[in-house]
């Protein structure tokens, strides 16, 4: 079946250690998202890429990176500069251009500072 | 920049009550508009979405809004609240020419029986 995928679903992290979450996706799509939800805060965005080996930073970028080698793949990398990491992470794709169509989401990523 | 009002973070309704929930954008020139539902712990779910063609769009599970340029706005509507429409709702944009897509803060809606 054609969807997007994130994993792990559940993640703890130690303070220090930098984490990678994964999201694998099958519909094609040329752009791809990842946000963070925090309670009462909605849906922001961390980095977005719109087509293989680029990327752009969202509202929230400091103390994320991530990657785009390859069209399916868009991973996101917690690092020790992100003081608050603790939050559920969604990663999307979707169309892009003139033409932008419905948003896929996968089911999500629950990190946690341990 | 850009971006989507959501009035009012809870909306609580008796379940056959009218259901509204209220969405604003930021744009003198007519953005992509969605409408997004969110059910615990899962990813999110496009309910429907607004394209500059017909502004009365009609989504799933009875759902529709009204696009008003006048307005600015994007409400979500649906005459009957059923106790399965309970979830968190996002109102979305992605502005003209980018594909950045852009959410509110979100409006959690109970419904009571």
């Known amino acids: 079946d054609g969807g997007i995928t994130q994993s792990p679903k559940y993640l703890f992290r130690k303070e220090g250690q930098n984490v990678t979450l994964s999201c694998e996706q099958n519909?094609?799509?040329?752009?791809m998202y990842w946000y963070r939800q925090d309670p009462g805060q909605g849906l922001r965005l961390i980095y977005y890429?719109?087509?293989?080996?680029?990327?752009q930073k969202g509202d929230i970028a400091e103390g994320y990176s991530v990657s785009r080698e390859k069209k399916e793949s868009f991973p996101l990398t917690v690092t020790s500069a992100q003081k608050n990491p603790t939050a559920f992470y969604l990663c999307?794709?979707?169309?892009?251009?003139?033409?932008?169509?419905?948003?896929?989401f996968g089911q999500g990523t629950r990190l946690t500072v341990v | 920049a850009q971006s989507v009002t959501q009035l009012g973070s809870h909306v609580s309704v008796s379940e056959g009550a009218l259901v509204l929930l209220r969405c604003n954008y930021s744009s003198s020139v007519p953005p992509y508009l969605f409408w997004y539902v969110q059910y615990p712990n899962q990813g999110l779910q496009l309910l429907l979405k607004y394209t500059s063609a017909a502004t009365l769009v009609k989504g799933i599970n009875g759902f529709e809004a009204e696009f008003k340029k006048s307005e600015t706005s994007f409400h979500l509507t649906k005459p009957s609240a059923h106790m399965s429409d309970a979830a968190e709702y996002f109102c979305?944009?992605?502005?003209?020419?980018?594909?950045?897509?852009?959410f509110g803060t979100g409006t959690r809606l109970q419904v009571f029986p």
């Open positions: 999307a794709s979707s169309t892009k251009g003139s033409g932008f169509g419905e948003a896929f």
């Open positions: 519909l094609n799509h040329d752009a």
């Open positions: 890429s719109q087509i293989v080996n680029d990327f």
């Open positions: 979305a944009v992605v502005p003209p020419g980018t594909d950045k897509l852009i």
